[in-house]
Each structure stands twice: as C-alpha cells, then as structure tokens.
C-alpha cells in the first residue's frame, strides 16, 4: 500500500562532500540500530511513514524542507548500506534519473546474492512507479525511484516526482505488507502543503466503475472504437482539463488499442502494465469509459490527507561538525558493545529517545 506522500519546494544545490560524507556514516549506524533492536521489517514501515523519514532527513543535517532531501538521505543510505547487504538481508535499488532505470537489474543481482526470487520484486518495483506516474495524474513527473527489500521479500518504495509549473516536488511512499490492490486506493496517510485542483485519480476508489469500463473498452475491437470518437468529436462535452478530448487521437489510439485488444487484460491492474499504456493512452481511454458507459473517474487529488545537527544552508542552524561526529561515534561504539553482549549504551539511547518522545 502506498503510505504517505510528501510536497517540497525545489532548492538547487547539493550536499557538500564533508556532509554527504557524514550522511552515509550516520544513516548507517542510525540503520543498523533499527535492525539490531526491531528488525527489517520495522525499518521498512518506518521509511514508508513520510513523517519518519523527513525527520531522519533532517537528523543528518539536510535541508529540512527541500526536495534534495530525498534524493540526497536515499543515496546516502544506499551508498552507506548495500555493502553490508549479504549481512544485513537489506539491499537497496534504484535512485534519481538513470539509476532509476537500472532498478530492476540491482534487484535481481541483489536477490541472487541474498538466494531469493527477484520476479514478484521487480514486479512491485514497476507497479508501484507504473501507478503513480500513469494511474494517477497529478502533475508530478517521476525522477526519482528507490526500491528497499529484505532477505525474506518484503519491500517498501520511496519515490519523488517533479512538477516543473509550480516548482514543487511530490513524494510517494509505498510498504509492500499493505499492498493487496496496486489499483484501489494505494494511499494510506499523506503529508504535504500543497493540493492540486486538476488531478485524474484512477486508483480512487470512486473510480472503481472507470477501472471496469476502460478495461472492458480495451478488449474491444479497435475499428469499433475509432467510430466512436468520430462521432464524440461532434458532441459538446463539459470542460475537465485533467481529460481532454483532445487525448482521443485516433492515429495514436489506434496503436495503443490494437496493442490492448491483443492482449485481452483481464483486469485493470494487467492493463495498467502493458508496454505502451502511458498517461495519455490512460485518460483517452478514461474519457471513452465516461462518455459510452457512463463511468467517471475521480478527479480528488490524494494528496488531502531538523534540529538534531542543523541544516546544510544554515537553517534552523548550521550544521557542527563536531557534534555530527560524535553520534556517529556514539551509534558505532554502542553498536560494536551489543555486539558482545554489553547493550546498555542502546538501552540508554532508547531511554533517551522515549524521554523526547513523551
């Protein structure tokens, strides 16, 4: 299930070297403390609360609410981590642009290290990126796409996309053991600033009758459907720019149709993972299932739902090296004595922690 999303202004800049340097040796500690005390699977649920993993952004000192955050903690956690993969049974794939597309790939080298199947892996891994960037249109064009998962296969998502007009940036997380339906309602907790009034939701669950409709559209002989957007070109339809009639090329649908009828998906979820099923080919299709079967599909924006070492431009405070150190140190050292047995250095800083927290 997809667990929260996130809204960022977009900052240029990057971390600096000293920084970044200190990100990947203090997420790793702050990493390996979770798994040593509460396991990979609590670790995955807390990187899927967009809560959670804003303040550990904010704990190794990025900026507390830019977009780089994400790129920047996630490849810091990957850089510090997927060395100790084979011990830790946590492998990390994917990152910004490119590396994105080399996903699938780390997660099959991964899963043949760690001697699982990596298919059903490499499945969630493209549905999860399939739904938010194509079933559900909001503006946001995805550049960032980092997939987590454990010996045993479980998984969790961290995704970012961009929406150059606004110069905001969204985040999606997703936790693998919630996910029964890739298409209905994905989203379980949202954090964000910012709703956006033109949204096509076709995992709402009000779009549930689209879904039907513009799956049994997509079995339908193709020709047949062509002589229906001709004569929908005559016809004066209602306003709605997230489904525009425009969309209903019928040169470029004509491809798109013949690829699904083809292919006879049996459901909405097999549709949404043809080759070829982009956002554009998703909203004409959406249009004719409103138009002919009289199924309209959610236009409800989902999105209604750093003072620990300071802030890599100076805010809330600078970051102190010094300081930044010394947790690293100190997460190592209690580390290293759990490891023998001497675990009242953890004790203490989870005393310390509840004491914060109440």
Known sequence: MKTGIAH??????????????????????????????????????RLSDPHWFQALGCALGFDWH?????????????????????????????????????????IAEASAALQRDSTPLIYASRMAAKVDNTALQDGYQLYHHLFLFTRDGRWAVIQQGMNA??????????????????????ESAICCDRREAEVLNLVAADSEGTRVATTVLSQEEPDHLLREVEKLKTLELPARHAVALADLNPR?????????????????????RLPGVGPKSLRALALLSELIHGAPPSFQDPARYSFTHGGKDGHP?????????????????????????????????????RAFTS
């Open 252 to 272: 470029r649908l004509r491809s798109v149709l013949l690829r699904t009828y083809e292919a006879q998906p049996e459901g909405f979820e097999e549709l949404l």
């Open 66 to 106: 830019s977009s780089g955050l994400t790129t920047t903690v996630c490849g810091a956690l990957k850089e510090g981590l997927n060395p100790l993969y084979k011990e830790t049974g946590l492998a990390i794939a994917g990152g910004k642009g490119a590396t994105s597309r080399k996903t699938p790939t780390e």
């Open 165 to 186: 007009e606004n110069r905001y940036a969204r985040r999606y997380h997703w936790l693998g053991e919630q996910v029964q339906n890739f298409v209905c309602e994905p």
């Open 317 to 353: 405070f600078p970051v102190s090296r010094e300081a930044y150190d010394t947790s690293i140190h100190f997460l190592r050292r209690a580390l290293q004595a759990a490891k023998i047995g001497h675990t009242e250095k953890l004790r203490a800083f989870r005393r310390l922690d």
């Open 8 to 45: 960022l202004p977009l900052h240029t800049g990057k971390a600096p070297a000293w920084l970044f340097q200190r990100m990947k040796e203090l997420g790793r500690e702050i990493i390996l403390v979770i798994l040593a005390d509460y396991g990979a699977q609590e670790l995955l649920r």
